[in-house]
Nanobody
Framework: VQLQASGGGLVQPGGSLRLSCGAS????????IVWFRQAPGKEREGVSC????????IYGDSVKGRFTISRDNAKNTVYLQMNSLKPEDTAVYYC?????????????????????WGQGTQVTVSS
């Protein structure tokens, strides 16, 4: 059972990136999937969550209106489209799931709830 995060890179402020989270050994569609990020010296921050049942989504306040989470069940992949990137978005981005809950409930942003993590992909926003 593995998650693989990819798609990070160096982008200028105002630019866009799309991160991917693929799974092997289980079906992503059965569970909620969450993107976290962690900048140097800071705590891990919940970025976005997508439900398994209806695909509804939740976003952290710092990324609302700029980031979009989505899933492609045929590819067993969840995406994070990041637009209007800012230098403060610079971080390592991780995807995660607990393989337990299908809904993004009130504790979706608590990293301790998740057992399965991708390896992280670096996003750097700089001119």
């Amino acid at each position: 059972v593995q998650l693989q995060a990819s798609g990070g890179g160096l982008v200028q402020p105002g630019g866009s990136l799309r991160l991917s989270c693929g799974a092997s050994g289980f079906i992503l569609d059965y569970y909620r999937i969450v993107w976290f990020r962690q900048a140097p010296g800071k705590e891990r921050e919940g970025v976005s969550c997508i439900n398994s049942i209806d695909g509804s989504t939740i976003y952290g306040d710092s990324v609302k209106g700029r980031f979009t989470i989505s899933r492609d069940n045929a590819k067993n992949t969840v995406y994070l489209q990041m637009n209007s990137l800012k230098p403060e978005d610079t971080a390592v981005y991780y995807c995660a799931t607990d393989r337990l809950k299908s809904l993004c409930d009130s504790s979706w942003y608590d990293s301790y709830e998740y057992d399965y993590w991708g390896q992280g992909t670096q996003v750097t926003v700089s001119s």
